[in-house]
């Protein structure tokens, strides 16, 4: 969404130094206090300078978003990143006249504008400055995201897909996140910026209980680079999920998501790779590109095989029982908001082996992609599937994940640990919770 920030004569000054330090090389913010009704997520923002002179023009963009801390009855505190300042600033008068009439009137107040009066206001800006266009571009405006630019990013990246996917694959409603702050810190973990409905999560006394028998597992947090943990319930089931890493997000190798509902006995494991490409060509991950995955297939294997070794007959029915998958990612930005998860192809590990395979046969292809994998599962059907508890092991208990977290830190991975505790809805409860919410949103929509 878009949104826009007035300031008054000290504020520009402050600016108009504090930021020249861009040019840099260093990460400029500014907290301010905004109206508390329309800063709700984070924005593309408008920085518009010289009220008090009585010339108003859009001088800078940037990302804005709510942060922690107090701001008052009225206010809160917001959080201003990445500035790009236009090289010619646009006259504010020009802005308005530029965008249709019906969406004038909301230019008038600070704060996040409409939707569709936010596009129309993102269309102008790149008409009228020659340099917009770059500038939101870069700030993640044209993908609706954060561009990914370091290591940290992409770990960012994956970490936030876990964490979200999570919540879908134990069917709870993704609306209970609200969404979540950006930071200039590289080392804090999605879960830490995650902004809830009901409020912090941090504060339940239940996730500090539920947060000691992760620390049992993994030993003392000082012997972790980061721990992180938050929690939702559910019609009675909970769902705690945790991020730990035991080397700064920059050395990181790659993310792990570690799924685990304790009723179901039931364990899942995907790993993630970064999908890249070249200017509008198709999204490829290239396996022979990549040092750490022979390592990382074998010891997918082993887990798939000790987990086939322990099925019995009177365990759940599952379609596949082994629990290793990897999901494909494209990778070009970091989605700003709570409710969508990144594209990519869910492969299951065996799968993937025999893609491999024939990818590294004479006349093959290379790559991995839409086009050279025919079938592979989405978003919506991996975590249904899950959700369902038609994949993922059977008979797997805490024991053998505890296991697994271990192996997965010594491997330099950052994991993602979902523990889901209560019995799971029927699908038809499933479908029933799905569609009463369906209809809150649009009676909601209908009275706002």
């Known amino acids: 969404m878009v949104a826009i920030i007035r300031t008054d004569k000290a504020e520009e000054r402050h600016l108009g130094h504090h930021w020249r330090e861009q040019e840099e090389g260093s990460k400029p913010r500014w907290i301010t206090t905004q109206p508390y009704e329309y800063w ?85 800006l790149t008409r009228l400055a020659a340099d917009a266009a770059s500038h939101l571009s870069r700030l993640g405006i044209e993908k609706g995201g954060i561009p990914i630019e370091t290591r940290s990013d992409e770990i960012l990246q994956q970490t936030r897909d876990a964490t979200l996917s999570s919540v879908r694959m134990a069917g709870f409603d993704p609306d209970q996140i609200s969404g979540w702050t950006s930071s200039e810190d590289s080392n804090q973990s999605f879960i830490e910026r995650l902004q809830h409905r009901d409020g912090p999560s941090h504060e339940d006394d239940m996730i500090s209980h539920d947060a ?31 991020n730990a890493n035991r080397k700064a997000a920059e050395k990181t190798l790659g993310v792990d998501l570690i799924y685990f509902h304790e009723a179901r006995d039931s364990f899942i494991l995907v790993q993630y790779k970064r999908m890249t490409r070249e200017g509008n060509s198709e999204w490829k991950y290239y396996p022979n590109g990549d040092e750490n ?120 991975r950052e994991i993602v640990f979902a523990e889901v505790t209560g019995n799971p809805p029927s699908k038809s409860q499933r479908l029933s919770s799905r569609r009463e919410g369906k209809s809150k949103k649009k009676a909601n929509g209908r009275h706002s």
């Open 40 to 124: 709700q997520g984070r924005h593309t923002t408008l920085i518009v300078t010289g009220i008090d002179s009585g010339s108003p023009q859009v001088t800078w963009l940037a990302r804005a978003g709510k942060t922690h801390g107090a701001g008052d009855d009225l206010k809160r505190r917001v959080e201003v990143t990445s500035p790009r300042r236009l090289s010619c600033p646009i006259p504010w008068a020009s802005l308005v006249e530029a965008v249709p009439r019906q969406c004038q009137p909301y230019l008038s107040r600070n704060g996040a504008l409409p939707e569709g009066t936010g596009k129309h206001v993102i269309k102008a």
């Open 212 to 242: 000691q028998r992760f620390r049992d597992w993994l030993g003392p947090e000082d012997w972790l680079h980061r721990a992180a943990f938050t929690a939702f319930s559910q019609d009675g089931q909970r769902l705690v999920i945790y």
């Open 293 to 412: 995955l022979k390592g990382q297939l074998e010891r997918m294997r082993a887990i798939d095989d000790e987990c086939g070794r322990l099925l019995k007959d009177s365990d759940d029915y599952r379609l596949n029982s082994k629990p290793s998958w990897l999901k494909l990612c494209h990778a070009d930005s970091i989605l700003m908001d709570a409710k969508t998860l990144t594209s990519g192809m869910y492969l299951a590990r065996e799968y993937f082996d025999q893609l491999f395979t024939r990818a590294n046969s004479a006349g093959q292809v290379r790559a991995f992609s839409r086009k050279t994998v025919e079938r592979y599962l989405d978003n919506t059907e991996f975590t249904e599937l899950v959700a369902g508890g038609w994949i993922g092991s059977s008979g797997y208990g805490s024991a053998g994940v505890k296991k697994q977290l271990e192996v997965s830190l010594d491997g330099g």
